[in-house]
C-alpha cells in the first residue's frame, strides 16, 4: 500500500494514480469489507483516529488536487471533500525514509521528476500530516 505520509507533490505519474487506487482498498479496510491488508503498517495510522474513513478521505482529496494541478482525471464522484478536526502526527524521520525511497525508485523510472524532486530545499509532509521530531517507528517502515 502506497500511502505516503510525503507531500503529493513528490510523485510521479505513476505514484499519484497508484495512491488513487490503494485509496479505494484502503476504505474497504477500514470498512471490514475485506480480509487482507487488515493489519498494513500504512494503515494504523488511519485507524487509530475517530473518524477513519473521513481521513482517509480527506488523504486522497489533496491526492486529487496535485492530480488537478497535473490535469489528469480522477472520478471526482468518489472523492468526498472532508475536512477533519485535526492532523495526523508524523516523525520527520519517516518523511525523509519515504522520501529517499521515493527518490530512489525515480532515479531510474521518472529521471525528471528525481531531478525535480532534489531542488526543494526541505521535505514536506503530506497537507493531513503534522511533522514531529523523533524515529521511524517500526511498523510504520514501508
Not at 513528490?10 to 495512491?19: E, G
Not at 491526492?63 to 477533519?84: G, L, T
Not at 522520501?99 to 525508485?105: A, C, F, P, W
Request: aromatic share 12%; proline share 4%; charged share 25%.
Amino acid at each position: 500500500m502506497r500511502l505516503r505520509s510525503i507531500h503529493p507533490s513528490y510523485l510521479d505519474r505513476q505514484w499519484l494514480l497508484a495512491v488513487r487506487r490503494e485509496w479505494l482498498l484502503a476504505k474497504k479496510v477500514l470498512a471490514g469489507k475485506t480480509k487482507w491488508y487488515t493489519q498494513h503498517p500504512q494503515l494504523e495510522r488511519f485507524k487509530v483516529q475517530k473518524n477513519s474513513a473521513q481521513y482517509i478521505d480527506a488523504y486522497l482529496y489533496h491526492i486529487y488536487e496535485e492530480a488537478k494541478k497535473r490535469w489528469y482525471v480522477f472520478d471526482q464522484s468518489k472523492i468526498n471533500h472532508v475536512k477533519v478536526q485535526s492532523k495526523i502526527s508524523i516523525t520527520e524521520w519517516q518523511i525523509i525514509y519515504e522520501y529517499q525511497r521515493l527518490q530512489s525508485k525515480l532515479q531510474t523510472r521518472t529521471p525528471d521528476k528525481h531531478k525535480q524532486n532534489q531542488k526543494e530545499k526541505s521535505i514536506q509532509p503530506h497537507p493531513l500530516f503534522m511533522q514531529i521530531s523523533g524515529p521511524i517507528a517500526s511498523r510504520e517502515k514501508i
